[in-house]
């Protein structure tokens, strides 16, 4: 059983920045693509970015001038560090990693911008 744990969501002000970590545990092979989607309380899922394990990165749009996501050094973990939030990066954000055409995901963690 694959097990996705998110950290480092929580309140920041405008113009802030956070790190958000995700650690799989329970994989046996490294995941080809891990990567952040988000999902804003109304509104649908969206990637953040993602990273596979040749490094290539992909990020959703407008996004790459402020997040950079890396893969940790430990095997299947991935960092997002977010700068320059906005009130609207607020959302609940989610890890995953892909195998074989199979997505495994975290349970998600809460990053509100606000003032």
């Known amino acids: 059983q694959v097990h996705l744990a998110e950290s480092g969501g929580g309140w920041v002000q405008p113009g802030g920045s956070l790190r958000l970590s995700c650690a799989a545990s329970g994989a046996i092979s490294s995941f080809e693509v891990m990567g952040w989607y988000r999902q804003a309380a109304g509104k649908g899922r969206e990637l953040v970015a993602s990273?596979?394990?040749?490094?290539?990165?992909n990020y959703g749009d407008g996004l790459k001038t402020r997040f950079t996501i890396s893969r940790g050094s430990a095997k299947n973990t991935v960092y997002l560090q977010m700068n320059s939030l906005k009130p609207e990066d607020t959302a609940v954000y989610s890890c995953y990693g892909r195998y074989q055409f199979k997505t495994s995901w975290g349970q998600g963690t809460q990053v509100t911008v606000s003032s």
């Open positions: 990273i596979s394990n040749g490094d290539s990165t």
